[in-house]
Structure formats: structure tokens, C-alpha cells
DNA sequence: TTTTATTTTGCAGTTTTTTGCATTTTTAAC
DNA sequence: GTTAAAAATGCAAAAAACTGCAAAATAAAA
């Protein structure tokens, strides 16, 4: 049996019955415990199901948040989020922008941490509230439907009373000459909110957005202190990023 | 069973009663009551529900728990959200409550219609994404775990710099005689706000909540101008709201 | 086709989580 | 104050998860 059907089964199963036991599928299917432990451990990572102690269970059954099934190169994103929290500490105070990386960023904050999270990402926020000890401050404003952040005068000037220590950053393009741009105005504008009411700005970012450019820009490529990608920090793709102050991750 | 399963039973018995006895739910999941006791700690521990000497209650009515797909007394609280729709009229300019009676209504909007719709609960705001002619406009603050609302100084700063022609407000408990009342004083401080920045101010309560106070008030009876529920206007339990001057429907 | 590299799988040992039980402490009702 | 129920605590058995490793299966290259 291969691997793609197996955990297509599995999927099914969930979906059926709202969860299922390691031990009772490993049966069904005939391979070992490990294999189904394995396969639920991908599948959980992808946002298919959930994974608990002893099996697993429907994101439907417990979640109401939408239904990100498959985003775009998730597995990068989930690398460059796990850099990201290397760098949170007890107490610190952080900014998450929006978008799937930041998403998958708070998503992946460890329950136990003590943090203060600005955001005006509506599916941040609403990742982050599951965390216990997170305190969650929203960033208001007008919502923009396509990036479901908050944008425009309202949410600019409110970013100009607050200062954190880290502020988490996506963006459209970025190029080590041109620095980080956006395909959308209101965009930037709110970016440059973000980055100004920051101590630290750190950047996450696909490899695939390096060295890609568009029409506004958020700012210098050195207004960014640290850029993290998915890729091992020595890789050659970065090395027009290493004369700049900036440290990669 | 799964632990996972175990405590979101208990969580759907404890919205559905407002409260268990460990001793009963023990018996009925055929479990340990010590396992029970720890389940109810940990939801507890998690704002999922509310330890008490002997079992758990409900957070209250205010609050909707993050993770609970069933709705109490859906039904009764998609009759209120249809009879509110007749309120809105093109151009409109509203302000949208947090709860799953609100909810209910932001899910209801027809796509057609345009609206500009403020909000401070997260819930609400990404229904309304999804309608293509609602401009939606988050109002930001330090958000509660519970009710995933935008509270405190910051939220009621914010209101206070705008108007809208109708606020829909839901409520924990109200009373003719004692007003609108909750369990919880932050979101007192944020009714009274969302009161003062509407032109009119219409509730949305099912009729179980008739008859019930709490300990914080957020405004006389007489500050409410149409009250919604899922009642019949003609029915006798509303009697009592009658010599005011509110609109029943 | 044969060989090589990569992925997948199962196994054994270790660590962690869960659970029920016995004992002590606390709570609340009388 | 007395007393019974409930909660907290410590403990141990059982189940499950994780780790590293080697064999098997599969894919890729020669």
C-alpha cells in the first residue's frame, strides 16, 4: 500500500468519525504503530487533522477558524516560523504582521511563553487567543478583504503609539538593491507604520520572494535587523543580502 | 476515548446545562472522577469553563467558548439575527456586538447589500469579510481570551470617535427593571461605550435571558430602542418591557 | 539491467503522558 | 465545632510518544 493512500484513508476516516485511534487504524491497514504515528505526525503538520495522545482527531471537530487546507509551500513556511521563535523570550512584546507565514508563526508559539503580541492580522489574532499566555492586543482599523489586516489612517496612527521589541514582517517582494516592496499602496503604508514602531524588525521570507521587486516600496532592505528564510543561512542565494547590517537566519 | 474527546464532551455538556457534577459526567464517560477532576482543571486553566467545588459551570452567556462548534439554542438566535436583517438598509452605517447572537447576524448579512459595519469581535469581523459590499472597520484593543472581544481603554477610546446609525448589542442578562446587566466589568465598560456611539441601539437576546440580572450594569432598559428576540412581539413574557419605550419585534 | 541513492518502515530502548488509587488537606454544610 | 464530601498530593502501572538504527522498498542514475 503506498504512503499517499494510506494517509488518504486515515483523512477519510477522521473525516468520518471525527477521530480515530492509532492502535484501531494500524490494525485496519496492517502496518506497525510507528508508521500510522508517523503519518499523523505529516498529516498534522499539514493542517489536515489534529493530532492528540492516542490518535487523532477532525480540525472541524474542535476548530471553527477557516479552513487553510493547502498552503503554498507550507513546509518553508513552517521552517522560517520555527527560526522566528528562537528569538522570543519570556515578556517580550512583539508585532505579527499578517499573511500565512506570520500565521503559521503564531500558530506555532508555544503555549507556555509569556508574551505581549500586537497585531492587526485578523487570523493572527485568532490564532494567538488560543495561547494562555499571550496577551493579545488588536490593531483597529479598516480591514482589507484580500489580506484581512487592518490598513489605513485608523490603523496607522494607532501604530504610532505603541513600540515593541520584535516586529515578525511579510512582504510581497524583496531584493537586496530595492529593498522590500508590495504590489498594493495601503499596504506599504501600514509596513512602514509597522517597521517605524519597531525596535527590531525581522523579516520572514520565502526564498522564493528573493530578489523579486514591485511598484511600492515598505523600506531599505538595511531598515531590516534580521531576515529569515527557509534556507541554511550559508546558502549562496543570501550572499547579496550579507553586506548589508543585517543577520540571517 | 481520547482525552481530546473527553474534554469537549464536557465542554458541550457544560454549554448545554451551564454546569455539571464530576460525579455525574465521571459515571456517564465511565471514567476516574480524579480524571474528570483534572480534565475540568485544565479547561479551566484554559478560560474553557469555570471550576467550581463539585464540578464546572458556563462562562456565562457573554462568552463563546473558542473551540465549541454547536451553538446553544442556534435556532432560536438565527430567528433573532433574521428579524434584525429587516433593520439594515443600504448605506447603512452599523456596529456589530461580539456572542453568537451577533454572529449569527454578521453571518446572515445578504452579500448584496452595502453596509459599512463596525465591530471589536474578531468572530464577527471575519464573517463579514466574506460579504463583497461590507466595508468592515475593526475597532482595536487588548482582546478578551473568552469572548475574543476588543475591551479596556483602548476599545473605548476608539468608540468614542465614532457614530453609527444602529449598534446590535448582545447582553448576559437583562431585566426590565434592572436593565442590561453582565458578569464581567470590562465588557460593561465596552456596552456603556457602544451605547453612547450609536444613534440607536438595538438588542438581541433570546428570551431564556428575559428576567435575569447580573452584577455590573451596562444601561437602563430604557437606553435599548428595539429589542429582538426569538418570541412572538405579542408574547406575554415580553409584557413587562412594554411600558418602556422600546420597539419590540 | 544493474547499481546507487533516497525514502519508507519496523524494531528496541528510553522518555513522557495518562490514569487510577491511597492518603492527606480543604471545603462547606449542619 | 463536627462531619461528610470534595480537592489536592504523591505514587506507580500502563499506554503512548520519541529516538536512533538497520532492513526493506522505491526511485534515480549509470
Redesign the pocket.
Known amino acids: 500500500?503506498?504512503?499517499e493512500e494510506?494517509q488518504q484513508t486515515i483523512l477519510n476516516v477522521v473525516e468520518l468519525h471525527n477521530r480515530i485511534?492509532?492502535?484501531d487504524i494500524a490494525e485496519t491497514l496492517?502496518?506497525?504503530?510507528?508508521?500510522i504515528?508517523?503519518?499523523?505526525?505529516e498529516l498534522d503538520a499539514d493542517h489536515k487533522l489534529k493530532?492528540?495522545?492516542?490518535?487523532a482527531i477532525s480540525l472541524g471537530f474542535t476548530t471553527n477558524s477557516v479552513k487553510n487546507n493547502n498552503i503554498y509551500k507550507l513546509e518553508q513556511k513552517t521552517t522560517i516560523a520555527e527560526k522566528a521563535l528562537t528569538l522570543l523570550k519570556d515578556g517580550s512584546v512583539i508585532f505579527v504582521d499578517g499573511g500565512t507565514t506570520c500565521n503559521e508563526l503564531a500558530r506555532l508559539i508555544p503555549n507556555d511563553i509569556e508574551l505581549t503580541c500586537f497585531t492587526h492580522s485578523i487570523p493572527v489574532a485568532m490564532e494567538l487567543l488560543t495561547k494562555s499566555n499571550v496577551t493579545v492586543i488588536l490593531i483597529g482599523g479598516q480591514v482589507s478583504k484580500e489580506s484581512q489586516i487592518s490598513i489605513g489612517a485608523n490603523a496607522i496612527h494607532n501604530l504610532s503609539e505603541i513600540k515593541v521589541d520584535y516586529s515578525f514582517i511579510g512582504t510581497g517582494y524583496v531584493d537586496s538593491y530595492y529593498g522590500l516592496t508590495e504590489f498594493d499602496w495601503d499596504i506599504v503604508q501600514v509596513k512602514k507604520a509597522i517597521i517605524k514602531c519597531s525596535k527590531k524588525t525581522v523579516l520572514l521570507s520565502i526564498s522564493e520572494k528573493l530578489n523579486s521587486q514591485h511598484r511600492y516600496k515598505s523600506c531599505d532592505i538595511n531598515a531590516i535587523n534580521t531576515m529569515i528564510t527557509e534556507l541554511n543561512p550559508e546558502n549562496e542565494l543570501l550572499n547579496s543580502f550579507r553586506n548589508h547590517d543585517i543577520r540571517i537566519l
Chains 1, 2 share one sequence.
Open positions: 500500500m503506498l504512503k494510506r485511534l492509532i492502535t496492517d502496518v506497525s504503530i510507528d508508521t504515528r508517523r503519518d499523523i505526525k493530532k492528540v495522545h492516542g490518535g
